[in-house]
Nanobody
């Protein structure tokens, strides 16, 4: 069973920065796309940013120019650098990975890490 472990959330003032990390547990698998989603109270989970195995990235309009997604395949890890944070970025952030294992592709989720931006 693959596990995704997130870290890096916390409380920050508006205008500040945070860096989220997510690493997959070791095992016999390869990773396709990876991404970060967020869910604020009372709202649906939404895609924040994604990155393919080839390094192509995609961002939600609300974070373009402020957030940067990257990955380190040697560490089975994905990162989200968040700059110029706004109170509306407050949410629980989830890591997602499409993992190839035993001939199939499975979607895995992390447990979530809380990001709170104060005004």
């Amino acid at each position: 069973q693959v596990r995704l472990v997130e870290s890096g959330g916390g409380l920050v003032r508006a205008g500040g920065s945070l860096r989220l990390s997510c690493a997959a547990s070791e095992g016999a698998f390869s990773i396709n796309a990876m991404g970060w989603y967020r869910q604020a109270p009372g709202k649906q989970r939404e895609l924040v940013a994604s990155i393919t195995s080839g390094g192509s990235t995609n961002y939600a309009d609300s974070v373009k120019g402020r957030f940067t997604i990257s990955r380190d395949d040697a560490k089975n890890a994905v990162y989200l650098q968040m700059n110029s944070l706004k109170p509306e970025d407050t949410a629980n952030y989830y890591c997602n990975a499409a993992i190839n294992q035993r001939g199939f592709t499975w979607a895995y989720w992390g447990q979530g890490t809380q990001v709170t931006v104060s005004s």
